[in-house]
């Protein structure tokens, strides 16, 4: 059965991917900052709970040491824990925003990499956004030209669609790849209105998620393909 830790997952993206996967036969821990709702999620779905927070060193190296106790490896690692922050910008949402949304991609990834190597098919997805993409704030017909008051949501989604990019490089035998999920309807987006139903958005990072050997890595792209940056 395939190993799989999602990061920020007891709702929104995250617990929907959790659950189209567990359908899909994936033994799936959940992550969560409140292990109490983590706990809760899990049981909908048949799932596993582990207390993470991807802004705390001690939290991370705790969680990934629970997994190699339960499995022993990891298959599939999915950084899905993600904040944003509307407003003029400053020193405090700066830190805040990167630590969540770029360095918790390679705090995760750090403690994970041992488990990971010992998968006969590693797999990391990173739900980034096209809001940090230069060319589609860039272009005209795309929404992300209009978004206004999320400067650090989008400056540290694009470090995190860098990050997958150089860890693809720098391990050739485990697959990365970041997407754009889509405007969905979540917390998070809840100030935005709109969006359409979490459904839809994790059919993307489930596709990501369940690639083959073969599979690509290094890559950004949507539900439709690969995306400019």
Request: charged fraction near 20%; avoid cysteine; proline fraction near 4%.
């Amino acid at each position: 059965m395939t190993v799989t830790l999602i990061t920020g997952a007891n709702k929104g993206i995250g617990f929907e991917t959790a659950r189209q996967l567990r359908e899909l036969g994936h033994d799936v821990w959940i992550g969560a900052r409140d292990l109490g709702r983590g706990e809760q999620a899990a049981a909908e779905i048949g799932a596993r709970a582990v207390q993470l927070d991807v802004t705390d060193d001690e939290s991370v190296r705790a969680a990934l040491a629970t997994i190699e106790e339960a499995d022993g490896r990891l298959d599939v690692l999915v950084h899905n824990a993600g904040i944003l922050l509307t407003g003029a910008p400053d020193g405090p949402s700066a830190l805040r925003s990167f630590d969540t949304n770029a360095v918790g991609v390679v705090r995760v990834t750090e403690a994970a990499l041992p488990l990971l190597r010992r998968s006969e098919t590693p797999n990391v997805v990173v739900v980034s956004s096209s809001a940090g993409s230069f060319w589609a704030v860039n272009e005209p017909s795309r929404p992300e030209s209009q978004l206004s008051g999320i400067a650090m949501y989008s400056a540290s989604k694009a470090a995190a669609t860098m990050l997958t990019v150089h860890y693809a490089k720098a391990h050739p035998d485990i697959r990365f790849n970041a997407l754009e999920p889509g405007f969905t309807s979540t917390d998070m987006t809840s100030a935005m209105g709109g969006g359409r139903p979490v459904q839809d958005s994790a059919r993307t990072v489930v596709r990501l998620a369940t690639l083959g050997a073969d599979g690509p890595t290094g890559t950004f792209s949507d539900e439709d393909g690969e995306l400019r940056w």
